[in-house]
C-alpha cells in the first residue's frame, strides 16, 4: 500500500471519526436538557437501582442525539449497520465509549443481535444497550421486534423513550426525518416505563407486545413534540 493509500485511509478511519467526535462535542454541549419522567432515568439509567441491565429504544429520528446524550454511563453496546457511513460511526462511538456491533435488520442483522445478547448476559457492571427500533430503512415510526429479542434473551429492561427539540435541524427528505438541534437551542427528552420481556413468550404475543411499544413510543413522541 502506498503513501497516498495509507493517508487516505488513516483520514478517512482515524482523523474524520475523531474531528467529527469533537464536533458533536462542542455542538451538543451547548444543548440545555429538560427531562421528563425523570424518576425512570435517575432510577435505570444514573443509579440503576434495579441491578437489572437496560435496553433502550426510541425512533430513528431521535437517535442522534440519545447517542450522545448516554455517552457517560456504564458499558453500553449499540448496534450499527455495516454501511460506510455505518463504518464511521462506529468509531465515532468508540470515542464516545460505545462497544459497536455491526449489522442491521438488511445486512448481518441475525449475527448483530447475538452479538447485542452476549454484550448484555455478560457478568461485571450494569451494562446498556439501544438502538433504532424502527431502523434502518422503515417505515419510520413502526417497531420491529429485535431490541425486544435483546431485552428477553438478556433478561434487561426495556425502557421506550424520546425527544423532541425547540429548534432543531430536521431532514425532510429522509425517510424518517431526523432532528438534530441547533446550537444553544432546548431538547425534551421523555421515557416510558420500564418493563420486563417474559422469557416464555409466544411469537403471536411478542408481536402484540412490539405494537403496543410502538403505541407508547409514538405517545412519547407526539408528547414532547408538543412541549
Known amino acids: ?11 478517512t478511519t482515524r ?5 467529527a467526535y469533537t464536533v458533536v462535542r462542542i455542538w451538543f454541549g451547548t444543548v440545555r436538557v429538560k427531562i421528563l419522567n425523570f424518576s425512570v432515568y435517575r432510577d435505570y439509567f444514573l443509579k440503576n437501582t434495579s441491578n437489572r441491565n437496560v435496553v433502550a429504544g426510541t425512533w430513528h ?59 448484555m448476559c455478560a457478568r461485571g457492571e450494569t451494562r446498556f444497550c439501544g438502538t433504532a427500533v424502527d431502523g434502518p430503512g422503515g417505515p419510520a415510526r413502526v417497531m420491529k421486534t429485535g431490541m425486544l429479542a435483546v431485552a428477553k434473551e438478556s433478561g434487561s429492561w426495556f425502557v421506550p423513550m424520546a425527544c423532541s427539540g425547540t429548534r432543531v435541524i430536521t431532514f425532510p427528505k429522509a425517510w424518517d426525518r431526523t432532528i438534530i438541534p441547533k446550537p444553544f437551542s432546548k431538547i425534551v427528552m421523555d421515557f416510558g416505563e ?34
Open 1 to 11: 500500500m502506498n503513501f497516498r493509500a495509507l493517508l487516505k485511509r488513516w483520514l
Open 15 to 19: 482523523a474524520a471519526p475523531w474531528l
Open 61 to 119: 429520528s431521535h437517535a442522534i442525539f440519545f447517542f450522545y446524550f448516554f455517552r457517560t454511563l456504564g458499558p453500553r453496546g449499540i448496534m450499527i449497520s455495516k454501511s460506510k457511513a455505518g463504518e464511521f460511526t462506529s468509531k465515532i462511538a468508540e470515542h464516545l465509549g460505545y462497544t459497536p456491533i455491526r449489522g442491521s435488520s438488511s445486512r448481518g442483522g441475525t449475527a448483530a443481535l447475538h452479538g447485542l445478547i452476549q454484550f
Open 194 to 227: 420500564p418493563f420486563i420481556v417474559p422469557k416464555d413468550i409466544s411469537r403471536v404475543d411478542m408481536e402484540a407486545l412490539c405494537r403496543r411499544t410502538g403505541v407508547i413510543l409514538n405517545k412519547l413522541t407526539d408528547n414532547v413534540d408538543r412541549i
